[in-house]
């Protein structure tokens, strides 16, 4: 799940609108997964999952 974070992360600074989109689907899945199995509290995913989308709309791309 890190990696898929890092993922969205590297692609936002690269400014490389597309490839954080897609990067993002990924991470949203794999949040809500880590989040149902308990390894997040569901309030701690969704702030994660808003601070990365947010992050992906800031880009001007």
Do not use: C, F, P, W
Not at 31 to 57: C, E, F, M, P
């Amino acid at each position: 799940m890190k990696t898929a974070i890092k993922k969205v992360e590297s692609a936002v600074a690269a400014n490389d609108k597309q490839l954080a989109k897609d990067n993002l689907k990924n991470a949203i899945v794999e949040i809500t997964k880590a989040a149902s199995k308990g390894v997040y509290h569901k309030n701690n995913a969704s702030r994660k999952v808003a601070r990365l989308s947010k992050a992906v709309d800031s880009i001007n791309a």
